[in-house]
């Protein structure tokens, strides 16, 4: 009698990434058979129930798809809405936007690398084992991280589904001394966060560059944040309002989300990796310089590198939110005024973890009629699971607890946010 | 000696934040982690012990059949059972679809209905299994969850104002929004914890933290009204993150047009 040697390994529940989801691996005989990355995150129906509601409160209700990155979903939202209405908004109210965006990136980038990634690298189920022997790394992290929520509280009203931002700039704006206070704290973080990535450099990443397919922002002059192109190192350059004009969908079956696909390049990646590599000459001369000293080059391919990565954007938000509150000039008003008219809108901006796209149909009442968003989780998740079909065939001699800890943590490369995903399932509204 | 209590913080539908919250104590969470044994906390560690567990603080509302089931197994396992946040607590936004005629709705959206499954309602973790305490928000305030687990250290009742945000603003001196500047603001019938934040920054209250204690939401509404607010934006002004919430629910229901209540998507 043979036995069929066929061994699976499970991870269910994935830890230390923010919503719901668990992974199959199977290997049979030796050979990786099949990976699964399963999402069973309950679907919340944001684009249903958009569908009715005033364009005003477009911001307010998508902030609450994820409570980690809620700016960049006011953000991408606003900014769609505002393109239905042609709305512009620049000067001071678009540089606010910038810095409460780079509040985000400090505050969620730290709790990644901090809290959630670099345990992996230092062999600990969490940061508050690994504080007891990395305490003075922890808490630079828990300081960073705090200077992040700062911001966002500032300017938002609270760091967690802020309060502040309005389709046409904001209901409050900061008059220039409120925000002094802000620019000590950022000069201390700006040194901190030099810190953080020769911390994230000196951890040990295993030797593993795929081929990536990169798709981000980019921006004439800035690294990008808010505003851009859609471009990719296989030749892409369009405008966000021809995004659906070439990346689409594929439903599989083990999902809650779908799997977003870039014509015959198939998978792709967004997010720090895809940013980074391709604007790398828009960073600010300071985050080049640490990126370098870290031994990174222009362009990054090695996911687990992601954290130095991370560690790198963090220091280009903090230098950027300085700049941005020592040219401060309080604009005459907190918003530019919006009519509402019939129209489709389009709007995309770098999330944390990626491009966040954003739909709207807006009626003459200013009723929204449809919606559409496009997290970067969905995006990332066919990548993800190719990363695996290609991170474990030479690892499959590990001893299996190892290999399963291998799995998660090239998971964590991508900082994956589940509950952002899953709401994605809603798409197959549009499509019907 | 005796052993450190054990936390654990389950997730439901819900977006994160408010078990976030936690993790952005920055200032106290290294104290929390020395109180208390975090046994289970999927999105802050892959170290997961077994129950039973002393506090449970639970996240997100019950939407699918496999959900309705484990908040039982949960209840079982937990000692204190603490909701956090307006999804554990009134269903959260995704209650939106309780308005709906959701036969319609699951037929309009899937393509292949019988792969998603979903309930028909959107529902809060009580209308399951019996709760300690409820802890409100959307998200919940970070001041608060530390008051919620310093209670439960030291065997006492949470302390959580339960008037108005309007009693906020008037304890922080914020000029009123709807006095001075006709803006319709839900404060007057909105439970407090937030700080007033809408009002201090020139906005009115959008009703996340859900109703107080005994509002008196008729007479806003006629007061929305008489200023010209239309009735199908009051109806929406109730139908937010607390919107199955029993007084939100039935005045919203009380102030819905005749006839369109079916036009809602």
Known sequence: MTRRRTK??????????E?????????????????????????????????????????????????????????SAVQAVEDALGLAVDGPLRELRRLIYCGEWIESHVLHVYMLHAPDFLGYSDAIRMAQEHGAEVERGLALKKIGNEIVSFLG????HPINMRVGGFYRVPTRRELDPLAEKLRWACDAARDMVRFA???????????????????????????????????????????????????VAHSNALHATYGEHGDYLVGPLARYSLNFERLTPGAQEAAREAGLGPVCRNPFQSIVVRSVETLYACEEALRIIESYEQPSA????????????????????????????????????????????????????????????????VPEAELTWQCEQAIRNYDPCISCATHFLKLKVDRI | MTRKPKLAVWKF??????????LDCEDELLAVAGAVEIAYFPEASRAIRKGPYDLSLVEGSITTPHDAERIHKVRRASKV????????????????????????FVKTVYANPAYVQTLRKSTAISDHVPVDFELRGCPINKTQLLEVLSAFLNGRRPVTPPHSVCVECK??????????????????????????????????????FGPQEVPNTAALSRHFRSEGVAAKRVVQMFRGFNAYAEPFRKESEAQEPRGESGDRG
């Open chain 2, 13 to 22: 539908a819900s977006c994160d934040g408010c078990q976030l919250s936690l």
């Open chain 1, 201 to 251: 450099a000196s951890l040990p990443f295993p030797e593993f560059e795929p081929e990536y397919t990169f798709v981000s922002l980019r921006h004439p002059a800035e690294y990008p944040m808010d505003q851009g192109r859609l471009v990719s190192n296989r030749g892409l350059d369009i405008a966000v309002s021809d995004y659906e004009a070439h990346f689409e969908e594929e439903h």
């Open chain 2, 81 to 104: 059972l603490v909701t956090i946040g307006a999804c554990a607590t009134a269903g959260g936004i995704q209650a939106l679809r309780n308005f709906s005629n959701v036969e319609d």
């Open chain 2, 171 to 208: 304890l922080h001196g914020i000029v009123c929004v709807m006095v001075a500047h006709g803006t319709p603001c839900l404060g007057g019938v909105t439970h407090a914890g937030c700080g007033a934040i809408c009002p201090a920054y020139q906005r009115g209250c959008y009703g996340c």
């Open chain 1, 157 to 160: 009203g609270r760091e967690i």
């Open chain 1, 19 to 75: 919503g719901e989801g668990s992974l199959f691996v199977k290997i049979k005989d030796g050979c990786l058979h099949d990976v699964q990355l399963k999402i069973y995150e309950p679907p919340r129906f944001f684009e249903a129930f958009l569908r009715g509601r005033h364009f005003s409160e477009a911001p307010d209700i998508t902030a609450r798809i994820c409570g980690i990155c809620p700016i960049a979903y006011q953000m």
């Open chain 1, 8 to 17: 699976t390994l499970k991870v269910d529940p994935l830890t230390r990434v």
């Open chain 1, 334 to 397: 907190a918003f530019v005024d919006a009519t509402p008219r019939a129209g489709t809108g389009f709007g995309c901006t770098e999330a944390p973890r990626g491009i966040l796209y954003h739909r709207y149909q807006v009626g003459a009442d200013g009723s929204i009629l449809a919606a559409r968003i496009v997290p970067p989780t969905s995006q990332n998740q066919k990548r993800i699971e190719q990363d695996l079909r290609e991170f474990l065939p030479a690892r499959l001699g």
